[in-house]
C-alpha cells in the first residue's frame, strides 16, 4: 500500500525513494530476489554513486530511517506523488510538482472528485490525481500509445493506486471518453498536442450540475485555439496562466568593506546570507487554460 | 461524488459568491439579506431557491435610485452588440483626443441612471453623442465597450464558494490579509505536504482569515484528521465559513488553542506562550533549557546578522500596518457580518455558531464553547476538573490521536518567526513526513532554512518561491496581462527523518 496509504514500517512489493542527497534519488521497488540472465533468483543489489545496497535489507526498516551503502549511507523514504515525478523513468516529456499543484487547485478537485486525464504519458500527473481523489473518487486515463498505456497501468497495480485509477488505451481526439463516461466527470484534464478537438468531447463527459476543465500546452498556438474552442462550447472563466517555481539557494557570504581612501584591501569583512535562484531556470514549462462548464 | 444534500441550489444561511463582471465577493445569504456592491445596494431576497449560475438582472426597487432587486434573466446580454459593424474605422489616425468627444455631461449620466436608465439604455445614448466611436476601430470599440460595461453592467451571477474562488477573492482584496498567500503558493503547500485524505496533519495557522485551514479540511474530505492549532485569542475562520463545510467534513476537525495543547502535549516541558497581556505581539516564546534540541538548535545561528533578534520588531510593525481582524469584521471588507438567522442556521455546523455577530473577535475559543460554558483561564489546565468542559475534551483529543500515532505532516503559516514553534512540534511528525512553513517575507524564512540546515532530524531543505502570470489570450491580441502579482510569498519545505544512525 505504498502510495495510496501513508505507513511506517517498508514491507516487500513496496516502493521506497532512496535519498542521497537532494539532487540523487531513486525510486526502488523492494524485490529481495530477482532472475539473472540465466533466469535464476539471486539477492537484488542497487548500485548507488555511494556503493551498493542490497534490497532485503530494507524489509522491516521504518520509512525515513538510515540505511547503509557500501561506501556510505542513504536515506529510505517513503513514496510520494512529488518525489515520483522526481524519479520515474521517463517515457514522455513530463508534467512537475509546480504546475500539478496549480492543475489540482485550479480544478477543484478533492476527495470523491471524478477526474479524466488525456494523455497518460508517464503517468506523473496522474499519482498527484490519485491521492486528491482518493479514497472514493476516480482518475480515468486515456493515452493513445498503446505499449504507454500498459506500462502506465502496470505501474498504478504497482503502487496499489489502480483502485482509484483505471487506465485506457485510446484516441480520444478522434473517439472521445466513450459513452460510459457521459456527464460522470467533475474535471477534464488535459496534456497532449491538439486539446482544442477534444473540448466537444469534453463537453460530454462534464456533470450536468458542471465542471472544471484545463489543458496544458507549451505553445501559445495551441492555447489560442482551445480558447475559443471553450469559448465556442459555453465554457465561463476561461484563464490562462503561466506558473513556475523557482528554489533559492541559501550561502553565507564574507565580503570586505570598501574605504575608497584608502590603498590597501580592508581587513574589514562584512557577512550576509543570499538566497539566489540558479543561474539559469526553467523559464517555461507550458501554458495552463481553465475554464468553467456552468450547469446547463 | 453523489452528495446526499444538493449542492446546486442558493440556500439560506449559506454562503454565496456574487459575481459581477470581474468583481466578486463572498457573503452569507441571511433572511432578508442586503449586499451593497459598489454603491448599489442589493436586496438577495429572490435568489434563494434558484440555481447556482442562475443569471439575475439588477433592476431599481420602486423609488430608489440606487437600491436594486434581482430578477431572473435568460443570458447576460453583452454590451459587445453594440458594435458598429459598418461604421468603423482602420486606425486611429484620425482620433484626436480634446476632451471634448463625449458630449454628454457626467451629470447628465448620473442623471440617467437615478433615472433608472437600464445600463444598456445609459452606453446607448454615450455611443450617440460620441463623435469618435465610430471612427475608432472595431478592437478600440470593443474596449471601450468592456469599460463601460464595467461601469454599467447591471447582471449578477451567484456562485457556490470553493476554495479556488475563496482565494482569489481573498487574495485580491487585500493581499496582505493572506499573508500574501496566492493560489500558486498555496497549492504548493498541499501537495509539498503530501495531503493524503486519510492522513493527519498538524496545523499552525496565523494571520491568513483561515484559508489554509479550510484548504486542509477541503483535502481531507471528512476522511483523515486536521488538528489546527491557533494563537491565544485568535481564530481566523472566515475562509473556512465561507467553504459551507457539511458536518462529515467537520468530523476530521479538531482546534485547539496552542498553548492549552503544548501544555497538555509537553507536561513537563516548561513552555511560555505569550499571552494575552504580551500585547499585540504573538511571537511564541518557549523557554526551555531541558530541551537539547532546542539548545543546540538555539544556539546556532550562521546567520545571526540577519536577522538576529529583528523578527519581534518586525511582527509587531506587520500589526501596525494590517490591524488584526477578526474574519467576520467588515466595514468595507467583502465579508458580510449581517447575523444568521438561528432557526435557518444548519444545526450541524457546531463550530460556527457563537461569534457571528461579535464584530470583534475576541475569540474566547468560541468555536469550542456551545453550551455556554465558559472557558476557565488557561492557568487551571492541570487542575483536572471533574467534569471538563468542551474544549478541554478537544484538547485530550487531540493529545491522544497525537501520542498514539504521529502526525503525517506539518504546516506552519504565521506572521511569527516559528523556530521555536517547530522544534516542539517536530517531535510530533512522524518519520518521512514533510512539513511546510510559509513566510511572506524572505528574511525570517532563510533564517529558519540556515536553523533548520543544522538539525540532524530533517533532510530536504529547500527553499522556494514562485511566479504567476495571467493572459490575455484574443484573436492576435494575446499577450501577458499588464498587471502582474510581484510576490506569493515563499515556502520551505523538508522531511522529518530518523536522526539515529544506521545500524552497522
Ligand atoms: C506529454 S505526454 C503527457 C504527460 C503526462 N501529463 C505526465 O505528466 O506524465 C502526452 C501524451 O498524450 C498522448 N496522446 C497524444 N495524443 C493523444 C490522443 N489523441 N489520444 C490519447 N492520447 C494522446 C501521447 O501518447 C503522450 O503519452
Redesign the interface.
Known amino acids: 500500500m505504498s502510495f495510496s496509504q501513508l505507513k511506517e514500517t517498508i514491507e516487500e512489493g513496496d516502493t521506497v525513494i532512496l535519498y542521497l542527497n537532494p539532487l540523487n534519488l531513486h525510486s526502488i521497488e523492494v524485490k529481495p530476489e530477482i532472475p539473472n540472465k540465466h533466469d535464476e533468483l539471486v539477492d537484488n543489489v542497487f548500485q548507488t554513486k555511494y556503493g551498493a545496497l542490497k534490497i532485503k535489507g530494507l524489509i522491516g526498516q521504518k520509512f525515513g530511517s538510515k540505511v547503509s551503502l557500501s561506501k556510505g549511507w542513504a536515506y529510505v523514504l517513503h513514496p510520494t506523488p512529488e518525489l515520483w515525478t522526481l524519479t520515474l523513468p521517463h517515457r514522455t516529456q513530463i508534467i512537475y510538482s509546480a504546475d500539478i499543484s496549480m492543475i489540482i487547485f485550479q480544478l477543484d478537485l478533492k476527495p470523491g472528485c471524478i477526474v479524466i486525464e488525456s494523455g497518460t504519458g508517464s503517468g506523473s500527473l496522474t499519482h498527484a490525481l490519485a491521492r486528491t481523489v482518493s479514497p472514493n473518487g476516480t482518475v480515468h486515463t486515456f493515452d493513445f500509445h498503446k505499449q504507454r498505456a500498459a506500462i502506465a497501468e502496470a505501474e498504478f497495480a504497482g503502487h496499489k493506486i489502480d483502485s482509484v485509477v483505471k487506465s485506457y488505451h485510446r484516441d480520444v481526439c478522434q473517439l472521445g471518453f466513450g459513452p460510459d463516461l457521459d456527464s460522470l466527470a467533475d474535471a477534464v484534464f488535459l496534456d497532449l498536442p491538439l486539446p482544442w478537438t477534444v473540448v466537444p468531447h469534453a463537453v460530454k463527459v462534464i456533470k450536468k450540475s458542471g465542471g472544471r476543465f484545463c489543458s496544458f500546452s507549451p505553445c501559445i498556438e495551441q492555447v489560442k485555439r482551445t480558447c475559443e474552442a471553450l469559448h465556442d462550447s459555453g465554457f465561463r472563466e476561461i484563464q490562462t496562466m503561466e506558473c513556475l517555481q523557482r528554489e533559492l539557494t541559501v550561502r553565507s557570504r564574507t565580503v570586505p568593506i570598501l574605504h575608497p581612501d584608502k590603498e590597501e584591501e580592508s581587513e574589514e569583512k562584512m557577512t550576509f546570507t543570499s538566497a539566489l535562484p540558479q543561474p539559469t531556470v526553467p523559464g517555461h514549462t507550458g501554458y495552463l487554460t481553465f475554464a468553467t462548464l456552468p450547469p446547463n | 461524488?453523489e452528495p446526499s444534500q444538493d449542492?446546486?441550489t442558493i440556500k439560506l444561511g449559506e454562503y454565496i459568491v456574487l459575481q459581477k463582471g470581474n468583481f466578486m465577493k463572498i457573503h452569507q445569504l441571511s433572511k432578508n439579506s442586503c449586499v451593497m456592491l459598489g454603491r448599489d445596494k442589493i436586496d438577495l431576497t429572490s435568489i434563494i431557491g434558484h440555481?447556482?449560475?442562475t443569471n439575475f438582472k439588477m433592476v431599481h426597487k420602486k423609488g430608489s435610485k440606487r437600491e436594486f432587486e434581482l430578477i431572473v434573466c435568460d443570458k447576460s446580454e453583452s454590451l459587445l452588440n453594440l458594435i458598429d459593424k459598418d461604421v468603423r474605422g482602420t486606425d486611429n489616425r484620425d482620433i484626436w483626443d480634446d476632451g471634448s468627444s463625449q458630449l454628454m455631461s457626467a451629470d447628465e449620466i448620473f442623471k440617467l441612471r437615478d433615472r433608472g436608465c437600464s445600463g444598456q439604455d445609459i452606453v446607448g445614448q454615450l455611443l450617440e453623442n460620441s463623435k469618435t466611436f465610430h471612427c475608432k476601430t472595431e478592437y478600440s470599440q470593443q474596449k471601450y465597450l468592456k469599460k463601460k460595461e464595467k461601469k454599467y453592467f447591471e447582471y449578477v451571477v451567484v456562485l457556490r464558494p470553493?476554495?479556488?474562488v475563496i482565494a482569489q477573492i481573498l487574495f485580491s482584496k487585500d493581499p496582505q490579509k493572506v499573508l500574501n498567500l496566492r493560489?500558486?503558493t498555496?497549492?504548493?503547500i498541499?501537495?509539498?505536504v503530501?495531503?493524503?485524505?486519510?492522513?493527519k496533519y498538524l496545523l499552525y495557522e496565523n494571520g491568513c482569515q483561515g484559508l489554509v485551514t479550510a484548504v486542509v479540511l477541503?483535502?481531507?474530505?471528512?476522511?483523515g484528521r486536521l488538528i489546527h492549532l491557533y494563537p491565544n485569542l485568535h481564530y481566523q475562520k472566515h475562509a473556512v465559513l465561507a467553504m459551507n463545510f457539511q458536518q462529515k467534513d467537520l468530523d476530521s476537525f479538531i482546534s485547539v488553542r496552542l498553548s492549552s495543547f503544548l501544555k497538555k502535549m509537553f507536561p513537563d516541558s516548561s513552555c511560555k506562550v505569550s499571552g494575552p497581556s504580551v500585547g499585540n505581539c504573538k511571537l511564541i516564546a518557549c523557554e526551555n533549557s531541558n530541551d537539547p534540541q532546542l539548545e543546540s538548535s538555539g544556539g546556532l545561528s550562521?546567520?545571526e546578522?540577519?536577522n538576529g533578534g529583528n523578527t519581534h520588531e518586525c511582527c509587531e510593525r506587520d500589526e501596525d500596518i494590517s490591524p488584526r481582524r477578526g474574519c467576520l469584521n467588515t466595514d468595507d471588507t467583502e465579508v458580510s457580518t449581517e447575523e444568521i438567522d438561528p432557526a435557518h442556521e444548519p444545526p450541524t455546523r457546531q463550530f460556527i455558531e457563537t461569534s457571528q455577530s461579535s464584530q470583534e473577535q475576541k475569540l474566547e475559543d468560541s468555536a469550542l464553547i456551545s453550551d455556554g460554558c465558559k472557558r476557565k483561564s488557561s492557568t487551571d489546565d492541570n487542575d483536572a476538573p471533574s467534569k471538563k468542559s468542551k474544549w478541554e475534551l478537544e484538547v485530550d483529543k487531540a493529545v491522544d490521536i497525537l501520542s498514539t500515532v504521529k502526525a503525517?505532516g506539518l504546516i506552519i503559516i504565521c506572521k511569527e518567526y516559528p523556530i521555536h514553534l517547530i522544534n516542539r512540534l517536530i517531535k510530533l511528525v512522524?518519520?518521512?513526513?514533510?512539513m511546510v512553513v510559509y513566510s511572506m517575507y524572505?528574511e525570517p524564512i532563510?533564517?529558519l532554512?540556515?536553523e533548520l540546515?543544522l538539525r540532524k532530524d530533517v533532510?530536504?531543505v529547500?527553499?522556494?518561491?514562485?511566479?504567476?502570470?495571467?493572459?490575455q489570450?484574443l484573436?492576435d491580441r494575446?499577450h501577458p496581462e499588464i498587471n502582474m502579482s510581484s510576490s506569493g510569498g515563499?515556502l520551505l519545505t523538508a522531511?522529518?527523518?530518523?536522526p539515529?544512525?544506521?545500524p552497522?
Not at chain 2, 477541503?218 to 476522511?223: A, C, S, T, V, Y
Not at chain 2, 512522524?430 to 514533510?434: E, G, H
Not at chain 2, 529547500?462 to 493572459?471: C, D, V
Open positions: 461524488m449542492q446546486s440555481k447556482f449560475w470553493n476554495i479556488r493560489s500558486d498555496l497549492s504548493q498541499v501537495t509539498a503530501n495531503l493524503q485524505p486519510t492522513g477541503n483535502h481531507l474530505g471528512g476522511n550562521s546567520s546578522v540577519i503525517d512522524a518519520f518521512s513526513r514533510n524572505q532563510v533564517k532554512f540556515c540546515k533532510i530536504g529547500k527553499l522556494t518561491e514562485s511566479f504567476l502570470r495571467n493572459y489570450v484573436p494575446t515563499f522531511t522529518v527523518v530518523s539515529e544512525d544506521c552497522s
